[in-house]
């Protein structure tokens, strides 16, 4: 019987360094980014140990990408294609203390630096020269600890409320790519109002921010303008608003405590093989050019505000598989949830780079789980850990994705329901429809005097 053998090298850094890496990720997030990342925070280590500071960046973010397993097992990932190399295998509690030693601020330091759109050239990331954003909220559950209970509460309900703590998380994404602009979390008691003011400061011109009814305050429209972006807010059907004219596509000038709006009521129906659903929706902007920006436009692009729901999607299922957080302290968590928005930055910049190498092919069409899978077999693999003097953009991660495109994506005919896999109780009604139908959207502006 013939025979091939197959040989393999594997290039990394020297010593008790050797298991910091991500596998082909790894050049994304290079040795010299996080070095430089725990000297400006002063978590260098002072003398070399078995688990260096820059290791342990390496294993949280790993951690996150294998959130089913123990950090140990995790661990054991990271040294898997690493054989013969003499590595250590540490304890829990070596692991353990290792993370406690490094602390938050370097993981909040490299999300501040990671955090932004994606370098790409997809006009699907533009419209009419803007670049459309959304901003919204969603709710994480923490482990069930003293520590987290004080600082993050139980949602109170029916029942006696939820069985962990819980956290609010708002982010602001680019709808194009979906990659990370801004994000914050704080203790369910402050709303998401309170976090989009303090998202605003990644707001610039140039943007148009997309958001629901939730964002539609006076004092929060206001504060938007004036950082130079534009916005387009769902607001209440029944808000009086002054008419101050009519505009020929069927908008109306009004104003928003002094500054100048422009309002679309419009009634959007979508029909499919299952039947028809129809909503009035009023949009609030700040685009007042009704040739460069109509009515009927406007109210399409409004569809994109759900980018921002497909995100969470991927954080918390396709990541998290509907696991909570794993921290047991409020500093744990900070450091772990600030990991887990680097794995998803970095992770959607590896599939930005991968559409990017095929001119005219949409970001949306990258399948988040196919990238997520193929960075899991990377790491296992230690592949690409140090790149090589010519770096491949796309990488074993991109090939994968581009080989398994995703559909041209459907049009959403349902507002958000709660859905966890992992539960044996119905979410919402008998059945939860997941077929896919052709649909066919009409959108007519509605002219009657509010």
């Known amino acids: 019987m013939d ?9 990394v850094a020297a010593g008790p360094f050797a298991a910091g890496h991500l596998g082909e990720l790894t050049r994304l997030l290079p040795f010299e980014m996080i070095d430089e990342v725990l000297t400006a925070t002063r978590r260098t280590q002072q003398r070399i140990r078995l688990l260096p500071a820059r290791v342990v960046v390496y294993l949280l973010i790993a951690g996150c990408l294998f959130a089913d397993l123990g950090y140990r097992q995790v661990w054991s990932k990271l040294i898997g294609g690493l054989h013969p190399l003499p590595v250590p295998e540490p304890s829990g509690s070596a692991l353990r203390q290792a993370r406690q030693r490094l602390g938050p601020a370097p993981m909040r330091a490299l999300f501040e630096l990671l955090r932004g759109p994606a370098a790409t050239s997809a006009a699907t990331v533009w419209w009419r020269g803007l670049m459309p954003v959304v901003i919204d909220g969603t709710v994480l559950t923490v482990a069930d600890s003293p520590a987290n209970l004080r600082r993050y509460g139980k949602q109170r309900g029916n029942n006696g409320g939820s069985g962990y703590p819980t956290l609010r998380l708002s982010a602001l994404l680019a709808c194009g790519t979906r990659s990370v602009l801004d994000a914050v979390f704080d203790p369910l008691s402050t709303g998401e109002i309170a976090q989009a003011e303090h998202l605003a400061r990644s707001l610039r011109s140039g943007m148009l921010l997309l958001g629901d009814r939730n964002y539609a305050s006076a004092d929060l429209i206001t504060r938007i303008a004036a950082t130079g972006a534009d916005l387009l807010i769902r607001c209440k059907s029944s808000r009086k608003l002054p008419v101050l004219c009519r505009y020929p596509d069927g908008s109306w000038l009004s104003a928003v405590s002094g ?15 299952g039947g028809s659903h129809t909503g009035d929706y009023r949009l609030i902007t700040t685009l007042l ?9 406007l109210a399409r692009l ?3 505000r759900w980018e921002i729901e497909t995100a969470y999607l991927e954080l918390k299922s396709s990541i ?15 450091q772990e949830l600030h990991a887990l ?6 992770l959607r910049t590896a599939m930005a780079d991968a559409t990017d190498s095929r001119p005219g092919l949409d970001p949306d069409r990258a399948s988040f789980t196919t990238a997520l899978n193929a960075a899991r077999d990377q790491i296992t693999l230690a592949a690409g850990v140090i790149a090589d003097t010519v770096i491949d953009l796309v990488g074993a991660i991109g090939e994968r994705v581009l080989a398994n495109l995703l559909p041209d994506r459907r049009i ?5 329901m709660i859905k966890r896999s992992n539960s044996k109780y119905q979410a919402r009604g008998p059945n939860i429809d997941r077929r896919t139908y052709k649909a066919t ?8 005097e509010p």
């Open 3 to 11: 025979q091939i053998a197959i040989t393999r090298t594997v290039t």
């Open 259 to 273: 500054l100048r709006v422009r309002v679309v009521d419009a009634r959007i129906s979508i029909t499919t093989s």
């Open 289 to 297: 050019d009704v040739r460069r920006h109509p009515a009927g436009d």
């Open 302 to 304: 409004y569809h994109q």
């Open 320 to 334: 998290l598989g509907g696991r909570v957080l794993r921290a047991r302290t409020p500093d744990g968590i900070d």
């Open 341 to 346: 928005l680097i794995t998803y930055q970095v």
């Open 412 to 416: 959403r005919t349902k507002t958000r």
């Open 441 to 448: 959207t009409n959108i007519d502006v509605i002219t009657n």
